[in-house]
């Protein structure tokens, strides 16, 4: 199943959150939302939100939640870049945390670039069953977020 226009339209704001992103050298700008099944949003964040060197936005999102809130397992993870898999700064990566959630359905919109870690986080994802829509449309907007760690296209 493809994105919706409800998909682009959280896409959209969890990219407009990675722009709030402390700039960092070692890290992507990410934005993430988490979205109950009646389309509440349930909690947000941002790579680095709190002054933390280290917080991923998925991981910021999902922190604001309780992990047995029931409308978990209904909601949807829009994030920025797509869910970590390999994390250098903490022991559990984002796509570990969204799985232990029982989130069952992520959304992102850039896969992400081998400058750090080599990922697979969608792949991940999807071999525990987990619904992952990819929305490249919407890449451009978060590499731009992510301009200086890129240098000139």
């Known amino acids: 199943m493809g994105a919706t226009d409800e998909d682009h339209r ?4 969890a990219v407009a959150l990675a722009g709030r992103c402390p700039p960092s050298t070692t890290a992507f700008s ?17 790579s680095r939100e709190g ?4 917080v991923h936005a998925e991981e910021a999102a999902l922190a604001k ?9 209904g909601a949807t993870v829009y994030s920025s870049l797509e869910p970590c898999a390999a994390r250098r700064s903490r022991p559990r990566t984002c ?13 992102f919109a850039w896969r992400e670039p081998t400058i750090f870690v080599d990922c697979d986080g969608a792949e991940r994802l999807r071999a525990a ?4 829509v990819e929305v490249p449309e919407l890449a451009e907007s978060a ?9 000139p296209r």
Do not use: C, K, M, Y
């Not at 959280?10 to 704001?13: D, G, I, K, N, T």
């Not at 939640?65 to 397992?73: E, S």
């Not at 069953?129 to 992952?132: A, D, L, Q, R």
């Open 129 to 132: 069953g987990v619904s992952v």
């Open 51 to 54: 002054n933390d060197p280290h």
């Open 10 to 13: 959280w896409l959209r704001h």
């Open 30 to 46: 990410v934005g993430a939302v988490v979205v109950d099944s009646a389309g509440t949003p349930l909690a947000e964040g941002f």
């Open 95 to 107: 796509t570990q945390l969204i799985l232990s959630a029982g989130v069952r359905r992520v959304v």
């Open 65 to 73: 939640i309780g992990p047995d809130d029931p409308r978990l397992p």
């Open 143 to 151: 590499r731009a977020v992510n301009g200086h760690l890129l240098g």
